[in-house]
């Protein structure tokens, strides 16, 4: 039998860098925010998801909810946004991070009159990208179908806190 010894002493190197320069990636506008894919989780293996966020002044990007798989981190590039972490809200100025653990509730928004500008890192990424597809076609929709958006909520591994309080919208 002619087997194959495996190198248990040398790595085994490869170039699977992917660089991402400003303004590229694929580009979301979920009517008035827009979200730029830059590490996909296809390119991570599903490790991980970085996308750069634009949040209009007073648009809210995600109400009270939770993630049971994995973790989010905001840092903060432009702006103040306002993260709400279980009872409690924060104003991020640029340089902030903000990381949120699974099972931790969180929100944030923009309650300023000046654009926000953020990176927004998922670990894993659990397929975040269908999840902001799944978002433009529901919050395309007038009125928006609350049972549509739970439906796509939690398939991508989110849960709201107040299930009657969950659409991304200003009362």
Do not use: C
């Not at 248990?8 to 894919?37: M, R, V």
């Not at 999840?131 to 928006?144: A, H, Q």
Request: hydrophobic content about 35%; aromatic content about 10%.
């Amino acid at each position: 039998m002619n087997s194959i010894k495996e190198d248990y002493f040398e790595d085994h190197l490869e170039d699977n860098a992917t660089i991402i320069k400003p303004n590229e990636g694929e580009k979301l506008d979920l009517n008035s925010i827009s979200i730029t894919f830059k590490v996909t989780s296809e390119m991570s293996k599903d490790q991980l998801g970085v996308y750069e966020i634009s949040l209009p002044p007073m648009s809210i990007g995600a109400k009270l909810h939770y993630h049971r798989f994995m973790d989010e981190t905001f840092i903060v590039n432009q702006g103040i946004l306002t993260i709400q972490a279980a009872n409690k809200e924060y104003q991020a100025a640029p340089g902030s991070v903000a990381y949120i653990p699974k099972f931790t509730p969180h929100g944030f928004k923009n309650d300023t009159n000046e654009t926000v500008k953020l990176t927004l890192i998922f670990n894993p990424s659990q397929k975040r990208e269908g999840f902001f597809r799944g978002l433009k076609d529901t919050l395309s929709e007038v009125p928006i179908n609350p049972e549509k958006y739970l439906k796509l909520y939690n398939k991508y591994d989110s849960f709201p806190v107040d299930t009657s309080n969950m659409i991304p919208i200003r009362e």
